[in-house]
């Protein structure tokens, strides 16, 4: 990793590189935050399977669900999880794999110019307010190095593939999020 690479992990997460990323496009600005949540199994929390997930070490055998989705190759930029420790899995200046088909405003292909945040959760259940404190905390840092990035463009999965997506959710409170910044 270069120096300017380093720069683009959070101090305070815990780092495991993806294999799960590539190279932006060339001069390509990073102005927009995607909000998601993910749980493996589906609707389950404190397991290690959404980290192996984005590894590509997810065990199919684990449970019948991983069968579907253990050959994917997806990643976010950072992963918070109920307690609010914060992983990182691609550094901020790489193209990490999370919003897929999508679109905000004009532009298409969201991941050339976006940094995903994955919360554990689901679209049927509440955060918990460690979870809101981290992800103010990593947004506020992001916010320094990418100032592009303000309130109006900070948005949800839902709102950049709306046909595909529901995260992060009704239960996901963006007044209270966004009053922490």
């Known amino acids: 990793m270069t120096n300017n690479t380093l720069y683009d992990v959070l101090p305070s997460a ?3 590189p993806s294999p799960h990323f590539d190279q932006r496009p060339q001069d390509m600005t990073i102005d927009l935050l995607v909000i998601h949540c993910i749980s493996l199994p589906p609707s389950q929390f404190g397991h290690r399977y959404v980290e192996d997930f984005f590894l590509g070490k997810l065990d199919r055998c684990a449970h019948p669900y991983f069968q579907e989705i253990a050959a994917m190759r997806v990643s976010a930029h950072l992963y918070i999880k109920r307690d609010g420790s914060v992983v990182q899995f691609v550094p ?3 193209r990490a794999w999370h919003a897929g088909l999508s679109q905000f405003e004009t532009r298409e292909r969201c991941n050339d110019f ?8 689901d679209v049927d259940s509440s955060y918990t307010d460690n979870q809101y ?4 905390s990593a947004t506020k840092q992001i916010q320094q190095r990418y100032p592009l990035i303000t309130k109006q ?3 949800g999965h839902s709102d950049i593939a709306p046909q595909r997506k529901q995260d992060p959710g009704e239960f996901f409170d963006w007044s209270r999020y966004l009053q922490q910044l």
């Open 14 to 16: 815990r780092y495991l």
């Open 153 to 155: 463009r900070i948005t």
């Open 92 to 94: 901020f200046s790489l």
């Open 133 to 136: 404190t981290s992800l103010a």
């Open 114 to 121: 976006s940094i995903g945040i994955e919360l554990e959760g």
